[in-house]
Structures are given as structure tokens and as C-alpha cells.
């Protein structure tokens, strides 16, 4: 059902009017949201994981934020592929070198979001990122490398991160620095099937996915929490982005020949196929998580001649 004006009001983010959903979480809670509240919606499966992660106010881009971004519900996957490391560090900036997996050959992913509750509302997401090495690292450690492959702990730089929603495009662009932009964007993620879509300028196809998810594991709430460190500039400076995720329900599947990735026409598959992808090594999907996402802070990056 399409959104009318007078289903949405008009909130001010560091000086940018952006509407949202009247009645919304954001509409009543400007982040500061009710935890008894969410633990009542029956797609929330529980809270705890939120109330060990007190809020904190902070000056930003978008103005004064309480930080992280909560997301109660939500579901993702992501597909890895193998590229090679000259592809690669074509896009990266100088100051980051991407994550090999043997001599000559990193990772790249094709990610989608879909965020059912979230502090911010309903929105969906899609990225295009390159796994690179810790910044201020040396050489890259064996235990750095099965950490990533492993979902524990990757560090990541995003070329292209569409979203579907205003409020999401001004957050994450302007307080984030990522590389944002609204369109149309579906996910749809179940125990059975995975598929997104998202579409270009014209209305065509961008990028897409459609698959089967991988057998899922169950697990209780903190038991399994991975985290991802992504790094952007904002106002020219370095900054390190960290969100927590709490994996509730996942699965994994190895060269996952079933794995059906249409790339097509528009800023993403731009930036995909410039990292020359050979091979899909890695479909990982969640089915049900939730992420705390903490605002961007200022980090040390080594240059690199």
C-alpha cells in the first residue's frame, strides 16, 4: 500500500526535513524506544540483548542521537565471492587493502537487509562491500582470516548501499558517510527462500537474488553475536563504523550452486562487476537476528605508499 502525506510527519535531521511513518517508532521515541513496548510486538522474539546496551546521547552530522540504532527484528544474507586482489584494490581507497584468502585473491559480497522492527522503522537494504584487512594491522593473522570467514569479525569497505527509505538514506549518508541512496528494494527472507531485488533508475533490475536458504540453526540469545567494522570518511576524516548482530537463527551454505545472482543495469552491478567476481564461495542467511548499529567514531588508518 503506497504511503500518503498524512500517513507520515516531518522530523529534522541535522537540518534535513525527512518524513517518516506517523505513529512509527521514530514518530513516538526519536530512538529512545520503549523496550517494554517492542518486547509485546509478536515479531520481536525478546529483548534482552537491547537492555545490556545502555543508549547514549551524542553530537552528530544529523545533530544530537542517542546511539546504537536498535533493530529487533531482522533477516540477511549475504553472498560471498572470490575476486581478484588487483579488481580489488582498484576501488579501495590507498589507505585500505582488501582480506586475501591465498595470493592474489580476496573477498567481495552482495548483501541484503531486511529490517522488520528497528528504532528508525521498516526498511530494507542492499550492499556491495569488499572484506579488508583491520585497519592499523600489520600482517594479516591466520586467527584475523578465520575469523572473518567465519562471520566472528569482518572489516569491510561498502562501494554501493541503497536502502528503501528516506530516513535510512539521511542517517546513514550524512551521519555515516556510507554511500546511500533510495529506491525500490525487496527482501524476502524465510526458512525456505531467499530472494531481494533492487531496482535501478528506470525500474529495472540493478541487482538480484533468488536461492534457497540454508538449513537453519537455532541459537539462544547472545549465545552466537558477530560483529562488523566498516570504514567510511566523514568531512574528509577516517571514521570506524561497528554493529553487533545477535544471531538467533542462521545458516550457511558452502559454494552454493543453487544461488541464482542476476546483475543487471545500475550503480551496483557498476560496481560489482568492476571487481571482476569469479566465483561464489559463500551463501550465509539469517532468518531472524537483531543488530545494535553504533554511530560512526573517528579512527586511525595507516597510509599506504
Same mark, same amino acid.
Given at each position: ?145 578465520? @575469523? #572473518? ?11 554501493? +548501499?541503497?536502502?528503501?527509505?528516506? $530516513?535510512? &538514506? /539521511? ?86 550452486? @543453487? #544461488? ?11 560496481? +560489482?562487476?568492476?571487481?571482476?567476481? $569469479?566465483? &561464489? /564461495? ?24
Amino acid at each position: 500500500m503506497a504511503t500518503t502525506q498524512k500517513d507520515t510527519v516531518e522530523v529534522d535531521l541535522g537540518g534535513r526535513s525527512v518524513a517518516v511513518p506517523k505513529g512509527g517508532l521514530y514518530d513516538r521515541y526519536r530512538m529512545a524506544t520503549d523496550l517494554d513496548e517492542v518486547a509485546r510486538d509478536p515479531r520481536v522474539s525478546g529483548v534482552d540483548f537491547f537492555r545490556e546496551l545502555p543508549k547514549t546521547k551524542v553530537d552528530s552530522a544529523i545533530g544530537p542521537t542517542l546511539t546504537p540504532n536498535f533493530y529487533y527484528r531482522v533477516s540477511t544474507a549475504r553472498l560471498t565471492m572470490l575476486a581478484p586482489s588487483r579488481a580489488i584494490r582498484a576501488r579501495l581507497p590507498r589507505e585500505l587493502a582488501p582480506l586475501e584468502v591465498a595470493p592474489g585473491l580476496g573477498l567481495v559480497s552482495a548483501m541484503f537487509f531486511r529490517y522488520d522492527v528497528c528504532d528508525i522503522d521498516f526498511y530494507t537494504e542492499a550492499a556491495v562491500g569488499i572484506a579488508v584487512r583491520p585497519a592499523r594491522h600489520g600482517k594479516l593473522g591466520f586467527f584475523d582470516l578465520v @575469523a #572473518a570467514l567465519k562471520n566472528e569479525h569482518l572489516d569491510t569497505y561498502v562501494l554501493s +548501499l541503497p536502502v528503501s527509505t528516506e $530516513i535510512a &538514506q /539521511v542517517r546513514g549518508h550524512d551521519g555515516y558517510g556510507f554511500p546511500k541512496w533510495v529506491t525500490g528494494l525487496d527482501v524476502d527472507i524465510d526458512a525456505h527462500r531467499t530472494t531481494a531485488r533492487v531496482a535501478n533508475d528506470t525500474g529495472g533490475t540493478d541487482l538480484s537474488l533468488s536461492a534457497p536458504t540454508p538449513a537453519q540453526s537455532v541459537y539462544p540469545s547472545g549465545e552466537r553475536v558477530s560483529a562488523l567494522t566498516s570504514y567510511t570518511t566523514v568531512h574528509g576524516a577516517w571514521h570506524s563504523t561497528l554493529s553487533q548482530t545477535n544471531v538467533l537463527s542462521a545458516g550457511t551454505a558452502l559454494v552454493p550452486r @543453487a #544461488a541464482e545472482l542476476h546483475v543487471g543495469e545500475g550503480r551496483m552491478a557498476e560496481d +560489482l562487476r568492476s571487481l571482476r567476481p $569469479i566465483r &561464489q /564461495v559463500q551463501l550465509d542467511v539469517v532468518t531472524e537476528g537483531q543488530l545494535a548499529l553504533h554511530m560512526p567514531v573517528p579512527t586511525s588508518v595507516k597510509r599506504r605508499k
